[in-house]
């Protein structure tokens, strides 16, 4: 007897542009007329190329990583890294369509932030995390721009924000250490000063995740400094000379991951490797906080962006695949399901953006009065709020697929194993969570700063059911900002214990008034109701989270 069993037809992915009603609502709400049609030009052209080549290239390489050989054939050392042929095709069409160089170039003013971060949103999950180099070359220039070090300008930011693949650099940014991860001012690195004047580093990065990039921003501590994160240096190290060859630098080897398995990250030993200060000898944190902030926003807009590749391929599927007698976009509960990812990713994306466009004028010196501050305070609660939201969008993806989405080969599990990242870089929720109280405890600007915000955003609102919706968020962050009033002069302990619910609340609440605000628009300009359908469903989804929790319960509990 001839058997022929059925094959299931996979997800299928189009122009990731023109399937993106989300995106394509933003660039029209952001980019004024005369613009729109070079930006969505660009924006069409990358949306062709994930979809497609790229996405169709992560499938076939699916099981390739990068390697490290440690010798020659002759027994010389050479720590050579080879990566996948994804990242080498990433480094010919990053610089040539200005995922990087965009924001530099500044052709859209303050909006030129909002262009190049649609871009990268677009080329992401398509790009097996090839934006980690891209997002610290995006802050690598940004923080030798800060820096005020014109040599160290002129050598290095020409070559980060280049469109030419021959000239392009990224970088790495070298600061773990297995002494601590956040808590970087526990560095054991140690820069030396050498007769000339020059300086060498000395010791071990954990955890380094741009190896193969042509320069590096790093933590080192001058003999003698002070001990902690004051005493610490911000250093410039070009991680290979003339001949190509590493500049004291050893691979000890490459890390064996959960997921970003296609990134290829070392743990490097700098045995005296020659590095420039970028300014001054101290408050090396302080000086790398510009380069963190770039990163964190990346890692938002990694995080938007893959929530809204999972649920592109869910759709896809649920047009395909037959259960029960029906395809599953014809069943109430996967729908419901489909909706909800819907709505998380939608309003996810207002957040990212909002934060992009304050970045963007103050980029372009367009700041309006409470910019600064609410970039200061923004930039965390958006990596914590987004980072957390794909971990939960992504893990029930793969649950829209069934089997298939636990089966390596169908390229489906990788989607969870890599967000899995987004939560921990660049700080993790609880790390965040206190630099969110640290950006409230900077006065009462700070709330002024987020109800101008809010002002600008709900009080423009005309639908009525927007507007209750907008009122809801603005009532949920005035009485979380009111609990920390409260509670940070009596009980400090209790405000540290309850900051991830805090800084939660306020991005979750922000994401709905943004939704709401946009919602909206879309009514009143593109005569489309779907994103106030968005904002309808995200506000049934909790979003003031600042429920009391007795420390000494969590106490009991945590350790057992």
Same mark, same amino acid.
């Given at each position: ?362 980029? *372009?010196?367009? +700041?309006?009065?409470? !910019?600064?501050? @609410? ?6 609660? &958006? $990596? #914590? ?127 709905? *008034?943004?939704? +709401?605000?946009?919602? !909206?628009?879309? @009514? ?6 779907? &994103? $106030? #359908? ?27």
């Amino acid at each position: 007897m001839d058997f022929s069993p059925f094959n299931q037809s996979p997800p299928e992915l189009g122009n990731q542009y023109d399937d993106d009603r989300p995106l394509r609502s933003i660039i029209a709400r952001l980019i004024p007329t005369d613009a729109r049609a070079h930006v969505e030009r660009e924006l069409r052209a990358m949306g062709e190329l994930a979809g497609g080549e790229l996405y169709r290239l992560s499938l076939e390489d699916r099981s390739n990583e990068p390697t490290l050989t440690h010798w020659s054939p002759w027994g010389e050392r050479i720590d050579r890294i080879e990566v996948t042929k994804l990242w080498q095709r990433g480094a010919e069409i990053v610089p040539a369509l200005g995922v990087v160089a965009t924001a530099y170039e500044r052709k859209l003013g303050a909006l030129s932030r909002v262009h190049q971060f649609a871009l990268a949103y677009l080329f992401t999950p398509s790009s097996d995390v090839y934006t980690c180099p891209l997002a610290m070359s995006d802050g690598a220039a940004r923080t030798l721009i800060a820096s005020g070090n014109t040599a160290l300008i002129d050598r290095a930011v020409p070559r980060l924000t280049s469109r030419d693949p021959k000239s392009f650099w990224t970088s790495g940014q070298w600061m773990t250490e297995s002494t601590g991860g956040s808590d970087v001012g526990k560095s054991e690195t140690v820069a030396t000063r050498e007769p000339d004047g020059s300086y060498r580093l000395w010791g071990r990065k954990w955890f380094t995740s741009a190896t193969t990039s042509e320069m590096a921003l790093t933590l080192g501590r001058p003999e003698g400094g002070a001990p902690g994160g004051r005493g610490l240096a911000l250093f410039y190290v070009e991680t290979r000379d003339e001949n190509g060859r590493l500049r004291n630098i050893e691979v000890n080897r490459l890390k064996d991951k959960l997921g970003t398995r296609k990134v290829p990250t070392a743990e490097l030993m700098l045995h005296g490797t020659p590095a420039t200060p970028v300014i001054g000898l101290d408050h090396g944190i302080r000086n790398i906080a510009p380069m963190l902030n770039i990163t964190r926003t990346w890692n938002t807009m990694c995080s938007v962006s893959s929530m809204r590749r999972g649920l592109a391929l869910a759709r896809s599927y649920a047009k395909k695949r037959h259960a029960f007698g029906a395809l599953l976009s014809e069943k109430p509960l996967h729908l419901d399901t489909l909706a909800d990812l819907a709505a998380e990713t939608e309003a996810a994306a207002h957040l990212a953006f909002a934060v992009i466009e304050i970045l963007g004028r103050l980029e *372009a010196n367009e +700041a309006r009065t409470h !910019d600064e501050t @609410l970039l200061r305070l923004l930039t965390p609660i &958006a $990596k #914590l709020t987004t980072g957390k939201q794909v971990v939960a969008v992504l893990s029930e993806v793969l649950e829209c697929f069934g089997g298939a989405g636990y089966v390596e080969d169908t390229g489906l599990p990788v989607l969870l194993r890599d967000a899995q990242v987004l939560p921990i870089w660049e700080g993790t929720t609880n790390v965040l969570s206190m630099d969110t109280l640290r950006a409230m405890g900077h006065g009462p600007e700070v709330v002024a700063a987020l109800e101008s915000l809010l002002a600008e955003r709900v009080d423009a609102i005309a639908d009525p059911e927007l507007r209750a919706i907008g009122e809801r968020a603005r009532t949920a962050i005035r009485r979380a900002n009111g609990w920390l009033a409260e509670t940070f002069g009596t009980s400090p302990l209790d405000v540290e214990a309850s900051a991830r619910r805090y800084a939660l609340t306020l991005g979750r609440s922000l994401e709905l *008034a943004l939704l +709401a605000h946009h919602a !909206d628009w879309s @009514l009143a300009h593109e005569k489309d109701g779907r &994103a $106030k #359908l968005a904002a309808i469903r995200f506000a049934r989804a909790p979003f003031d989270l600042l429920a009391s929790r007795p420390r000494d319960e969590s106490a009991a509990l945590a350790l057992d």
